[in-house]
């Protein structure tokens, strides 16, 4: 079993190459009737119906079941892929050598054999098609080889060597193999750069969002320094003088009364310049973007960049021009988006987001959606995502947060506050 375990892996195709097999293979199964009955009557010989049905119908069946139905490509692994364009080739083969070897009379048998030779061409450069575009050059090139050593197997027992017709086939099936191989390997380099430019591109994304996290982790800093500092030299200052003349205050009070109440008003203005740089302190460390861009810039800005951050797909659906918001409410609303934001980026691992802001019945409502891996909300604490903190900010301004979410459907929350 651990011998075929590599093959048991989950199959890892190429974008957009389970849809065109899809379509070949339903191509496949329409075509084969037609071109055999075009062909037949063309070449003046082909197989009774039924016995082409019974032996080519099954294995185009197969295949149609193979591509269309998951179940076979996620249990079937990386044999998937070779086991299918494998079924691809056998109504064709099948169908040439019943032909050939039951139903033609010797003497008919080059011109037949030549037609199905250019027949089951267009088939052999499909499945190298596919077999360049999953893997490698060097798979191209083999099994390029081996449907061309096949299908000559197959073939020259019916051509005289002494004919003149022989030395066409060798120069045919020759030609075949350079032309089948040789646009099989154009497309497996093509394929192999497309790759190599998107690994590069991945690693430039990833480069970019931790540069982009790096940058937001350092203008935090940053700006809690600032906080810290200008902090440090008003409110702590002031608290320190207020407390020496307190304690000179409390032991002039018996001795020297009248000193004591100069020095008691001259704590109170301390503290009262303390209370107004305190003030001032605490308006700055409101979020900046709302007093430079404005609410709807403020949210698109940030939506962009959580966007940008994390590779997400945003939808935005803000309005163009929001005016007389009360601060709180201004303020609740980046907030809440910003936590939400935020959740989506560390825990839904969601491709896309939508962020919406619209009146509602004479309210805002902010709506914030993805399409990640969801969570059951009764069976995880509020706290571990952020939902207990947005719904205490939305309540303190009024409004009202609701959350709505189930595994693998993604989450919604939505902000309701009126202004």
Known sequence: MKFFAPLLRPAELEPGLIQILRVIAVAFLVLQPLTRRAFGIM?????????????????????????????????????????????????????????????????????????????????????????????????????????????AFLTLPFVNPTGALYSFFIGLIAARLFIVTGISIAIAWLVERQRAQRAELQLANRKLALNATTVEQLATSH???????????????????????????????????NEARKILEQATASTRSGLTEARRALHSLRASPLEDLGLTLALSTLAESVAARANLKLEL???????????????????????????????????????????????????????????????????????????????????????????????????????
Request: proline residues 5%; hydrophobic residues 50%.
């Open 43 to 151: 070449l003046g010989a082909a197989a009774p119906l039924e016995v082409t049905l019974l032996l080519t119908l099954p294995p185009s069946l197969l295949v149609i079941a193979l591509v269309w139905a998951p179940w076979f490509r996620e249990n079937l692994g990386r044999a998937f892929l070779p086991l299918t364009l494998g079924l691809m080739c056998v109504p064709a083969l099948l169908e040439k050598y019943i032909t050939l070897n039951w139903f033609i009379a010797p003497n008919a048998q080059e011109i037949i054999a030549l037609g199905f030779l250019l027949r089951i061409w267009f088939v052999f450069q499909v499945v190298a098609f596919f077999v360049a575009w999953q893997y490698n050059m060097r798979a191209a090139l083999i099994v390029g080889v081996a449907l061309t050593v096949v299908d």
């Open 223 to 257: 700006e809690r320094n600032r906080m810290a500092r200008e902090l440090h030299d008003t409110l702590a200052h002031s608290l320190s003088a207020v407390s020496v003349q307190l304690e000179a205050v409390n032991a002039l009070w018996e001795v020297e009364p």
């Open 317 to 419: 659906a803000l309005p163009p021009n929001l005016e007389g918001l009360q601060p709180q409410v201004e303020q609740c609303i980046y907030r809440v988006a910003q936590e939400a934001l935020e959740n989506v980026t560390r825990h839904a691992n969601a491709s896309n987001v939508r962020v919406a802001l619209e009146k509602e019945n004479g309210q805002l409502a902010l709506t914030i959606a993805d399409n990640g891996n969801g969570f059951d909300p009764a069976r995880v604490n509020g706290e571990h995502f952020g939902i207990q903190g947005m719904k205490e900010r939305a309540e303190m301004a009024g409004g009202n947060l609701s959350v709505e979410s189930a595994p693998r459907e993604g989450t919604r929350v939505k902000l309701e506050i009126e202004n």
